[in-house]
């Protein structure tokens, strides 16, 4: 599939609010892989866990547990299964870019292990133009990027940390890998 084509995968399980999510993350993905001279494979690279990333987000929980079921997801909160069971399907039918797998498996709690497509999809995810919250921030954050890779992914990284304790959730160990691996 060339860069810049939306089409998600038929095994997708995503209503239209997602889907419209999935193709602006995949969309900035494109662009800063398009401003930065990527080369081609990383270019596809991205792309791909931009379509991949949410492909299960709207699947049935009981059909997220099969596929994570002897993972280390296997007891995580429902809201987090997607990208795991994502990346579990994925090597199921041949993908075996690790950087590709780390990066959906680990989406939405990051990790330190990461190349830079687990971190430019952890960023996309967070900066897409289409979610409401401190717009301006995060779209200076988007448009920074390009130039300054590593400052922006420190910054996404304290962000999403702040949001997760503030709201009480869970800290995974990868998310606490991932902020010691950048502070």
């Not at 001279?37 to 949410?54: E, R």
């Not at 299960?56 to 995580?76: H, I, K, N, W, Y």
Request: net charge neutral; proline share 7%.
């Amino acid at each position: 599939m060339a860069p810049n084509a939306m089409r998600l995968p038929d095994w997708a399980q995503v209503g239209d609010k997602r889907r419209a999510h999935i193709e602006r993350v995949t969309a900035l993905l494109d662009r800063w892989a398009h401003e930065m001279h990527l080369a081609s494979n990383d270019a596809a690279a991205w792309h791909d866990v931009g379509l991949w990333h949410d492909a299960l987000r709207d699947a049935p929980e009981p059909e997220l547990r099969a596929l994570t079921a002897s993972g280390p997801f296997s007891d995580a909160p429902p809201d987090v299964l997607h990208g795991p069971a994502a990346a579990t399907y994925l090597e199921r039918h041949g993908e075996s870019r690790t950087g590709v797998i780390l990066a959906v498996r680990y989406h939405t709690v990051g990790n330190p292990a990461w190349d830079r497509t687990g971190r430019a999809l952890f960023m996309a995810d967070f900066l897409e133009p289409g979610r409401r919250f401190q717009q301006a921030d995060r779209a200076f954050l988007a448009a920074q990027l390009p130039r300054d890779f590593d400052g922006v992914f420190r910054q996404v990284v304290r962000m999403r940390l702040e949001w997760t304790l503030r709201e009480g959730k869970a800290l995974f160990p990868e998310s606490v890998g991932l902020w010691n691996s950048v502070r």
